[in-house]
């Protein structure tokens, strides 16, 4: 079946815009996650959805990063008034429910260059 | 905190020659333990896991890991390395709080497989 996708692949916008990034996660699939990875290091937490609710969102750096997944499906990543410090790829993941010791499977990611 | 740790940034090992990457990690708890590996501008493609039973676990491409509880260490190995085996890998700790699942995720380490 299909894996988790993501769009757009890259994403080059101005500083001070609005950006809007996409995951599609894996059919059946309760729990989504969103990490940031900055070039050089490993993937940072940002938020965790189970269905349409965020159980976790105590990763995003601040309150320009908003996530939404109003159906328990797809997932958009919101960042308001970009700064240059936002470039990064940012990956989604999902996984059956959730537990603990769960498989996570990633997206191929958005990178994000802000101008 | 949960942690892990890689100690290496780059490992370079010549093709043919047996690889190990290093993982330690820091949790409480019992831990569950995983490896992934990034291909450039690619996301994160899963390998193995550990979660109970046989300390050696073994994953895809011919990959295996080590648990061992003494050390908190989580190594991963492979036999005989092919170049297409360079990449970015990742170690990455499972671990459940109040919110469901969290994955910490090591900062990487760099293998070059040199033929």
């Known amino acids: 079946g299909a894996g988790v996708s993501q769009t757009p692949s890259n994403k080059v916008t101005e500083k001070g815009k609005y950006v809007e990034l996409r995951c599609d996660p894996i059919?059946?699939?309760?729990?989504l996650y969103w990490y940031r990875q900055s070039l050089g290091q490993g993937p940072e937490f940002l938020i965790y959805?189970?269905?349409?609710?965020?159980?976790?969102d105590s990763g995003l750096p601040n309150d320009r990063f908003f996530a939404v997944r109003p159906e328990g499906s797809v997932s958009t990543l919101k960042i308001q008034r970009t700064e240059r410090g936002d470039s990064a790829m940012y990956l989604c993941?999902?996984?059956?429910?959730?537990?603990?010791?769960?498989?996570?499977?990633f997206g191929p990611g958005t990178r994000l260059l802000v101008l | 905190a949960q942690s892990v740790a890689q100690p290496e940034d780059q490992v370079n090992v010549a093709e043919g020659n047996p690889l190990t990457v290093k993982c330690t990690y820091s949790?409480?708890?019992?831990?569950?333990l995983f490896w992934y590996v990034q291909y450039p501008n690619r996301g994160l493609q899963f390998l193995l896991k550990?979660?109970?039973?046989?300390?050696l676990v073994k994953g895809s491409y011919g990959f295996e890991a080590e648990f061992n509880k003494s050390q908190t260490s989580f190594h991963l190995k492979k036999p005989s390395a092919l170049v297409s085996d360079s990449a970015l890998y990742f170690c990455?700790?499972?671990?459940?709080?109040?919110?469901?699942?969290?994955?910490?995720f090591g900062p990487g380490t760099r293998l070059s497989v040199l033929p």
């Open positions: 993941a999902s996984s059956f429910s959730g537990r603990a010791g769960e498989t996570q499977y």
């Open positions: 059919s059946g699939h309760t729990a």
């Open positions: 959805f189970q269905g349409t609710g965020a159980a976790d």
């Open positions: 949790v409480s708890g019992n831990p569950y």
């Open positions: 550990y979660i109970t039973g046989d300390n």
């Open positions: 990455a700790v499972s671990f459940r709080d109040n919110y469901g699942q969290n994955f910490v």
